[in-house]
């Protein structure tokens, strides 16, 4: 096999501008499984996606109730049982952070119960910066699909 001519390829910058320069922060948490009577590491990330950095931002962290809070490599600014709150610097677009919670998981549990962190990160630049239309009544769709051999169903729901 030959190939004639070499590959071709182009380049080209397509100039973007921002139509509402505010910061789109999230945050994920993460974890292996939770055995009892054990230490459990839980991964904290975090990040601005938005267009503008994000000033005065803090997390908070609502631990499940068969999690006790041992320590974290970045220290929490407050605690409230099981809820932490964590201060964190301005972040960038494009930028982020990461930390770790060390928690103790209860004796009690039991093999293959579910158990829950919540994780909120503020503040909301959502409400503040691309407030929903005066005329939107409030209503949102959910869509899910699968696949049905040949074809594919959907249902849709205002929740």
């Known amino acids: 096999m030959s190939i004639p001519e070499l590959y071709d390829s182009s380049y080209h ?4 501008s921002t139509s509402i320069a505010c910061p789109l922060l999230e945050v994920d948490l993460s974890a292996g499984p939770a055995l009892a009577c054990e230490e459990q590491l839980i991964n904290v990330t975090y990040g ?19 999690l006790t809070f041992l320590g974290s490599t970045l220290s929490p600014s407050d605690q409230n049982g099981n809820m932490l709150t964590f201060d964190l610097p301005d972040i960038n677009p494009n930028e982020g952070g990461e930390f770790t919670l060390t928690v103790m998981v209860s004796c009690g549990l039991v093999d ?20 929903p239309p005066a005329d939107w009544d ?7 699909g699968e696949c049905d051999g040949d074809s594919i169903r959907f249902a849709i729901r205002n929740i």
Request: aromatic share 4%.
């Open 13 to 16: 910058e397509f100039p973007l």
């Open 48 to 66: 601005n996606q938005g267009a503008a950095t994000a000033t005065d931002v803090s997390l908070e962290i609502e631990l499940d109730p068969d």
């Open 112 to 131: 293959e119960e579910s158990i829950s962190t919540m994780a909120v990160i503020l503040p909301d630049f959502n409400a503040t910066c691309a407030p």
């Open 138 to 144: 409030g209503a949102i769709i959910e869509v899910e």
